[in-house]
């Protein structure tokens, strides 16, 4: 089964896990190009919503775990392994 994380709709990501890096509080701008809206992210957000530092990522974010992984019946050590 495929992390659910990585099918996860960049404005999901972004509203729930990803606004802000949460060892350094370093934030970034990210511009949709269609609808020309900016929004605040991790400074390790890339844009095209995977993390820059998955592998090696604050333990806050490891911790995280969304509805979506809940709702399909998965826990945390699964998803932040």
């Known amino acids: 089964m495929a992390n ?4 996860c709709p960049l404005a999901d990501k972004i509203a729930f896990c990803c606004g802000s890096n949460p060892d350094t509080g370093k934030t970034k701008l990210l511009r949709f ?3 020309k809206k900016i929004v605040t992210v991790c400074d390790k957000f890339m ?6 530092v998955y ?8 911790a995280t775990v969304c509805p979506e992984v ?10 932040r392994s």
């Not at 844009?47 to 820059?52: L, S």
């Open 4 to 7: 659910p994380c990585e099918s």
């Open 33 to 35: 190009i269609k609808s």
């Open 47 to 52: 844009t095209n919503g995977d993390c820059e």
């Open 55 to 62: 592998y090696d990522r604050p333990e806050q974010c490891r």
């Open 70 to 79: 809940y709702a399909m019946g998965l826990n945390s050590e699964w998803t």
